[in-house]
């Protein structure tokens, strides 16, 4: 366990259907990453947050992405009128910057979506 | 275009053996890299991180290289145990963005 929660575990939901996933990170960590991870592949980077601020945004997050962390803690992900591509695991991770190496990012136990 | 390409793809090896896995990267400007172990099902967890300066970076049985003018790192396993089979995952951060480069893993299956 590394701290980083997320909720819920495993989502299947019917194309065209709204999913939130919610990550809470650990407690002190300002820096939150979202990525996604198909099978067989790496995580891609999907979007990253200081504090509340989100400050960087992959092509990959089309408009029917959004992602918001508004106090700074935990973070959602929404998906809006799910299709099955957006099956895919879905990983959070969170960071505090140290100064000599860069930052550890810390990844949670990922979402499981699953869009039929 | 910035890239992670590891190799091999897969490997199997027999309990207590030593394996080394392959990371070549296109990315640059470069700041740091790092492997990651993913088991099945999970997050990746954080084995080692180097920066370019950093030719060495050790955790237990895990020793990381980097080559910073080749664009090369490796990760050797020492003494492989049934628990390190897995994904190992390079990583390669772009210097002045957020953004982590993955590349696809090595699934390590180490057999009894």
């Known amino acids: 366990d590394t701290g980083v929660s997320q909720d819920p575990r495993h989502k299947i939901t019917k194309r065209g259907q709204n999913v939130t996933f919610r990550c809470d990170p650990i407690s002190e960590h300002n820096r939150l990453y979202w990525y996604r991870q198909t099978l067989g592949q790496g995580p891609e980077f999907l979007t990253y947050?200081?504090?509340?601020?989100?400050?960087?945004k992959s092509r990959l997050l089309s408009d029917r992405f959004s992602a918001e962390r508004p106090k700074g803690s935990f973070s959602t992900l929404e998906i809006q009128r799910t299709e099955q591509g957006d099956s895919a695991m879905y990983l959070c991770?969170?960071?505090?910057?140290?100064?000599?190496?860069?930052?550890?990012?810390?990844f949670g136990p990922g979402t499981r979506l699953t869009v039929l | 275009k910035n890239q992670v390409e590891q190799s091999p793809q897969s490997l199997i090896i027999l309990e207590g053996k030593n394996c080394t896995l392959q990371c070549n990267y296109t990315v640059s400007p470069f700041s740091n890299l790092r492997w990651y172990k993913q088991d099945t099902g999970r997050g990746p967890v954080s084995l080692t991180i180097?920066?370019?300066?950093?030719n060495t970076k050790s955790n237990g049985r895990y020793t990381a290289t980097l080559d910073a003018d080749t664009k090369q790192s490796s990760l050797h396993i020492t003494a492989s145990q049934l628990s390190d089979s897995a994904s190992y995952i390079c990583v390669v951060s772009l210097s002045g963005t957020y953004k982590y480069i993955f590349g696809t893993g090595t699934r390590l299956k180490v057999l009894a």
């Open positions: 991770a969170s960071s505090i910057l140290a100064r000599r190496a860069g930052d550890t990012q810390y």
């Open positions: 180097m920066t370019f300066s950093e």
């Open positions: 947050f200081q504090n509340e601020a989100q400050l960087e």
